[in-house]
């Protein structure tokens, strides 16, 4: 029974063997891709006869390349060009072609394993110490592979775990701007002073009202002609009243006397102050105001005025401005904040509490008590505060922290854990006062070289017990031997002597 098995060209010799491992014949052809490079190479042919040998297998190669058939044919491995050939034909594995200088090697070999020796070399001692010699070697052979193998196949992994706690330090820090540099012994930061200058318009609406003039008051007066001489009145001639308050009222048409006395002509007029106080009663307005009409005509209102009132108007007040400088001045604040910010390096924050603002400018586009529905206010301030370096707090924190590590502990991290108290900080003038926390975990040194010391050439009871006694940890330590089957001797199952044959894993 045949099977055929077909390659890729991608296959290499592990993917072959894999293949023949599952085999459901003895006898397996291979088919061999054009391009297939695996059994160019002689090695290959020899490791494929060896993994037939080994799974009982005989195999046949089908293949067109030549370069592969002759390496074939060379190592007895059958070849043939089809599959349909190999299998009409009856073939096996055969032994490797030899050339003379082999086959006198072998021959050579042969003589001396009868005892009958080389050519030249009939003598009987010679022919004894040879092959004594060749025991001897063959013995300290043996002896050199045990060894090497007692140093070189075992290894051994141990996990340690060293001993760790916890070590926190707590500063209450001072960030001063005059401070040159950090100061452990002064628990001092350098700081640095930030400003901004911002200006911002800001308004509101005035809340008290009042009465307010809004309209003039309107009429007709009657102009009486006192000369015997026409007279035009122009626009712009100004009545009032003679009795009472004095309501000032001036033309706003012209009027035409006739050269006659008596002679009448009507006009209209407005108050010249705008409000109620124009609205007078009729024969109240009596007197001419305008100089060059004085002694030449009489005037009086047949009617009285009408059509003066007034209206509702906003009021400045002192709480106006200070409600509308408070708002103004907050949104300035926030604006300056966010100013100084921007202004800081990446290590840098601002406490709020630092921030301090200085009122430059304050300009009211309204007087108090002026008439005003809309108060303006134009403001300008200066804002500075102190900009603390998280840096330079996180850097005394960190010799704080070293200056409490036990001489045979050391840092399990460069990145120790860092918290900065940001929001309760405290303002001395200038002077930032402020909390810091930093902890780490820290950990027993242990030396790889000294763990591999200790337990080179120990069996694994006494490597743990060794290590247990020897350093600080915080869990048994773990020995492990490999491989498993080194366990049936009981000389070689211990820990090997060659420190590269040993991997210590600590566990942090």
Known sequence: MQQVIYLEVEDDLPAVRDLLEGAQARRVLLVVPAGSLVFREPINLRVLRRYAANLALDVGLVTRDSRTRRLAKEEGIPVMSSIRRGRRRRWSLGAPRRSSAQHAAAARVDGLRSGQGDVGYGDRAIIWASRVLGVLLFVFLLILIVAIAALAVPQARVTVVPYREIVEVDLRLRADPEAEKASLANLTVPARILEAEVEETGEIATVSKRDAPDAPATGRITFINQAAAPLTIEPGAVVRTATGTTVRFRTVTAATLQAVVGSTAEAEIEALQPGPVGNVDRATITEVETGDLRGRVRVINEQA?????????????????????????QQLQQRAYVELQNQLGEQEFLPPQSMTTEILAEVYDQFLDAEADVLHLQMRILASGTAVDRANANLLAYEALQERIPGSYQLQSEQPTFELDEENVEMEGRIAVFDVRAS?????????????????????????????????????????????????????????????????????
């Open 305 to 329: 005025t009408s059509g003066g009132g007034v209206r509702q108007v906003g009021v400045v007040t002192r709480a106006d401005m200070d409600r509308l400088k408070g708002q103004l001045l």
């Open 440 to 508: 780490a975990p820290l950990v027993v040194g242990v030396d790889r070289g000294e763990v591999r010391s200790a337990v080179a050439g120990l069996t694994v009871e006494q490597a743990t017990q060794i290590l247990a006694d020897t350093f600080a940890l915080s869990a048994p330590p773990i020995v492990e031997v490999e491989p498993e089957w080194i366990k049936r001797w009981e000389q070689l199952d211990r820990v090997p002597y060659l420190p590269f044959r040993i991997q210590v894993v600590i566990v942090e």
